[in-house]
T-cell receptor
């Protein structure tokens, strides 16, 4: 399977706990993106990486959120001291930086987070 | 700030009843406009990219068109398996990393 994969698919946690999600992009893609989606809304941009460099971070991303992409391969998104408002689907996407093509982003299946 | 508005929020069609979904956008220099399909509990699935006004793309029963202010997704003779949420997104020329999404149109096709 050469698509974007995410782990875990579902996470239930108690308020105040830390959680970490993993994303493995399509192997030849050097851009990786994180989005958050709540019910009835479109995905909201959180952050993106080109290789290992984090190039942009949304104002929506509080200090409790941190993302890494060591060695420019997989990425992790950590949420510290979770709050009920963090409950959402966390989506990862990847794209190819080749500017001769469109920058379409290919999404993974998402991680559904529920904070009790 | 880039903005995307999709209408209607929900659309119910009978099988075979053609219709169109609208995506209105404002962006400071369009790099690309994207259409995605999203099934419940899954990530968005890429459908089309449009770059400039007048461009059209087709795939099976779907056809996407683009003007300077909006895009349409035309669905011809839809089938129940076309039921899904259709999302529109834009990227600005100045920021190729970030896509701004609309809230989608949820399409239900009844047999």
């Amino acid at each position: 399977d050469t698509g974007v994969s995410q782990d875990p698919r579902h996470k239930i946690t108690k308020r105040g706990q830390n959680v970490t999600f993993r994303c493995d992009p399509i192997s030849e893609h050097n851009r990786l993106y994180w989005y958050r989606q709540t019910l009835g809304q479109g995905p909201e941009f959180l952050t993106y990486f080109q290789n290992e460099a984090q190039l942009e971070k949304s104002r929506l991303l509080s200090d409790r959120f941190s993302a890494e992409r060591p060695k420019g391969s997989f990425s992790t998104l950590e949420i510290q001291r979770t709050e009920q408002g963090d409950s959402a689907m966390y989506l990862c996407a990847s794209s190819d930086r080749d500017f001769s093509r469109s920058n379409e982003q290919f999404f993974g299946p998402g991680t559904r987070l529920t904070v009790l | 700030e880039d903005q995307v508005t999709q209408s209607p929020e929900a659309l119910r069609l009978q099988e075979g009843e053609s219709s169109s979904l609208n995506c209105s956008y404002t962006v400071s220099g369009l790099r690309g406009l994207f259409w995605y399909r999203q099934d419940p509990g899954k990530g968005p699935e890429f459908l089309f990219t449009l770059y400039s006004a007048g461009e059209e793309k087709e795939k099976e029963r779907l056809k996407a068109t683009l003007t300077k202010k909006e895009s349409f997704l035309h669905i011809t003779a839809p089938k129940p398996e076309d039921s899904a949420t259709y999302l529109c997104a834009v990227q600005a020329r100045t920021n190729a990393g970030k896509s701004t999404f609309g809230d989608g149109t949820t399409l239900t096709v009844k047999p």
